[in-house]
């Protein structure tokens, strides 16, 4: 089992920046890495995860070109840049860990593929 801790969240205002860290117990780097959030009352959204073999990644339409995920620059860790962020952005996000493939594209960001999940860290967009 992956041990997974999140961190990085706070309040930020809208059009603001902010870089999740996900750091986790040493894993082969052939499984993903997948960052999710919850808002209040609504699902479970995955939106972005890679694979530290060969950097693959997939990115939800939601965070397409405002947020980055990538290596983090300390060992066993995976950041999340999150650019331009808006009032929608706001909610729980998780780390998880996720199989070494995936069966299509369209599976890549679905939690229920993913495992050994973290407990989370708020991210509060607001003015």
């Known amino acids: 089992q992956v041990q997974l801790v999140e961190s990085g969240g706070g309040l930020v205002q809208p059009g603001e920046s902010l870089t999740l860290t996900c750091t986790h117990s040493?894993?082969?780097?052939?499984?993903?890495i997948g960052w999710f959030r919850q808002a209040p009352g609504k699902e479970r959204e995955g939106i972005a995860c890679?694979?530290?073999?060969?950097?693959?990644?997939y990115y939800s339409d939601s965070v397409t070109g405002r947020f980055t995920i990538a290596r983090g620059s300390e060992r066993n860790t995976v950041t999340l840049r999150m650019n331009a962020l808006r009032p929608e952005d706001t909610g729980v996000y998780f780390c998880?860990?996720?199989?070494?493939?995936?069966?299509?594209?369209?599976?890549?960001?679905?939690?229920?593929?993913?495992?050994?999940w973290g407990r989370g860290t708020q991210v509060t967009v607001s003015s």
């Open positions: 998880a860990r996720g199989p070494p493939r995936f069966d299509a594209d369209s599976s890549a960001l679905r939690s229920d593929d993913y495992e050994d």
């Open positions: 040493p894993m082969a780097a052939i499984y993903y």
């Open positions: 890679i694979r530290k073999l060969d950097l693959n990644t």
